[in-house]
């Protein structure tokens, strides 16, 4: 997204606010509290609620305990109890539940849920009680935004998922949200949230701005953890009035967008066919760190035009950075490890501000540059880190790019086919050849000693060891 864009967005502040619609009101169910349902309650041979699919398959390997739980199903009845037999209706009732209380559970049971209002949770847990959220073990809940009434259509519409003013959460998928009229998943003054496991997609249906995955804004924010989180196929499908369509349209929605927060981090997760970028920390004031996390064919639609109609339609050249860190003023000092970013329609990486240190990662055959600006701060730190087959900016070294000469020999292989595939169990990312350093090569055992876990007398430049 081009400066312009983003003054444009704070122009309209509103929106942020507007977003997810929250107000001041903390409705509950009603009549009287339910109580944490016994899984062993449920009444054999009851019909399992369909365990639902996501767009690339889906992984069903993990959910919660639900033993001790409060039951939502699609299938559910407003003003039920919340048991396995009686399940809620919405994941906002069960959340209304006067019952529900730190350390409780909200056990979602497989299916597609349709929301008819964005879903605010503002309970909070406890340091030693947080409160949990999550799929029923071996089925998948999909929250699918598409009955959700349309807000700020000039700019994010209205949010999906909405975690406002509150603290201790633990939400814990499988879990699919997909298809909302602004972002997916929304954060504003809260701490002490882990999300696992949740992918945010085709957002930004009704969104002039803020077509995210997962948006972080605002102030009051900290302590916030993604671990094998999916953000793809995000864009706002609509733009503002005033503005020129074929220059705003579908271009302003990222698989994360973290305006704010302090102790930020991400853990394994993937950002795909964003039409703007995968990753976006500019203007963020404090320190976000990534860790094994992959950006890919940010700014492209797909090969079906799940998006804009057109299969494998590119956005403005400028548009669609993997992981765009910050602009010249954004003099924060992002982390990333062992982070990829390949076939994206601008830059592999954005990293004009800093310093940033950047360990153990690589960016292949983007447009534009590999490292996008990276000169204008000679405090930045790039170590065993390399560029290939881009634009601009190729090349592999211990801390810069000279010394080391790249081929396609060096690489087991160049297919990227599996790598947004399925996860595997417990959410791992699928293991490929893709990249993966071919033995006796030129990124083998040629690195610098960071401290990190590595194969051999010494670590491989990129973010993957090689075979012995």
């Known amino acids: 997204m081009t400066r312009r864009a983003y003054i444009s967005l704070l122009l309209v502040v509103v929106l942020a606010l507007g977003l997810g619609g929250c107000g001041d009101d903390d409705a509950s169910a009603g009549g009287d509290a339910a109580t944490p349902a016994d899984a062993s309650t449920a009444t054999d041979g009851s019909t399992t609620p369909d365990a639902g699919t996501t767009p690339d398959g889906g992984v069903i390997d993990s959910g919660v305990d ?18 396995i037999d009686e399940p809620f209706a919405t994941v906002q009732e069960a959340h209304d ?24 949770f503002r309970k909070a847990g406890t340091a030693g009680d947080y409160m949990v959220i999550g799929a029923y073990p071996g089925e998948l809940p999909v929250i699918n935004g598409h009955d959700i009434p349309e807000g700020d259509t000039n700019g994010g519409s209205t949010v999906t998922w909405a975690f406002s003013d509150t603290q201790y959460w633990k939400v814990q998928g499988p879990i699919h949200i997909t298809n909302g009229r602004g972002a997916g998943v929304y954060i504003e003054d809260s701490q002490f949230l882990e999300f696992h496991l949740v992918e945010s997609s085709y957002n930004g249906k009704t969104a002039a701005r803020g077509g995210h995955g997962f948006f972080l804004w605002g102030s009051g924010i900290s302590d916030i953890l993604f671990r094998n989180c ?141 490292f996008a600006h990276i000169d204008n701060n000679s405090s930045n730190v790039r170590s065993n880190t390399y560029g290939f087959l881009n634009a601009v900016g190729d090349g592999a070294g211990a801390a810069d790019y000279s010394g080391i000469t790249v081929s396609s020999s060096d690489f087991v292989s160049l297919d990227d086919a599996g790598m947004l595939d399925p996860r595997g169990p417990g959410g791992a990312l699928p293991m490929t050849d893709f990249l993966r350093p071919a033995p006796g090569g030129n990124l083998v055992d040629v690195g610098v000693d960071l401290s990190l876990p590595f194969e051999g007398t010494a670590p491989d430049i990129g973010p993957f060891e090689h075979t012995p």
């Open 230 to 370: 999916d953000g793809h196929h995000n864009a706002n499908h609509l733009w503002q009035s005033g503005e020129d369509q074929l220059e705003n349209q579908y271009q302003h929605g990222d698989g994360w967008r973290i305006f704010a927060g302090t102790d930020i981090r991400l853990v394994g997760c993937r950002a795909w066919h964003n039409l703007d970028d995968g990753y976006d920390f500019t203007q963020a004031p404090d320190p976000v760190e990534m860790e094994d996390c992959w950006a890919a064919y940010s700014g492209v639609d797909d090969a079906a035009g799940s998006i804009t109609g057109t299969p494998n339609r590119p956005m403005r050249r400028w548009e669609g950075d993997g992981i765009k860190l910050g602009y010249e003023d954004d003099m924060v000092s992002h982390l990333a490890i062992r982070c990829l970013s390949w076939n994206n329609n601008s830059h592999g990486w954005t990293v004009r501000g800093g310093p940033y240190t950047i360990y153990n990662s690589a960016a292949y055959n983007n447009v534009e540059a590999a």
């Open 97 to 120: 539940n006067p019952a529900l209380g730190p350390g409780d559970v909200i056990c979602l049971r497989g299916g597609t849920y349709y929301p008819t209002d964005r879903t605010r």
């Open 66 to 83: 639900c033993t001790n739980a409060y039951f939502v199903a699609p299938d559910g009845v407003a003003g039920n109890p919340g048991t």
